[in-house]
């Protein structure tokens, strides 16, 4: 029988880093949202990488849904007397299968606009770690079983 050990980001860890995003969605009241958006892709993307090599799939979704309900929460405080569609229309959009994306509209140094999508921790790839196993040991040296050649380089 064959164990196999998996690890998890642990509790602590993942409600620390939720406590970090809401504090910092918290204390951007009246920040604008791309300054936003770069400080969340930068914390997201740093934790979400810190824990790719383990299973973190569902933890990343997890993170993703608390970072979405945070969001909701900071911009119903910006906007208090606004509609829910126009919220929607203004903070979210579809790109290809993921809906509700979090984006705010930039301009590049040439004039033209594009959006600055906030990154979700789920899309970032989990890579499994791949056990060497070798055809021998590392430390022993090859066997010969023809002696070297020795070549005179002398012009």
Known sequence: MRITQLIKPSKPAV???LDDVRGLIKTSKAVKT????RQLNRKIRGWANCYRHVVAKKTF?????????????WID????NKPA????????????RRNWVFFTKIRDVL??????DLIQASSVAVIRHIRFKPKRLPMT???QTTSPVVRNHAA
């Open 77 to 80: 405080r910006r906007h208090p």
């Open 34 to 37: 791309e300054e936003l958006i």
């Open 141 to 143: 040296p090859p066997t």
């Open 61 to 73: 979704s997890y993170v993703d849904r608390h970072v979405l309900r945070a969001l909701m929460t």
């Open 85 to 96: 569609y126009w919220k929607r229309q203004r903070y979210f959009r579809s790109e290809g």
């Open 111 to 116: 004039g033209g606009t594009s959006c600055l």
């Open 15 to 17: 409600k620390r880093f």
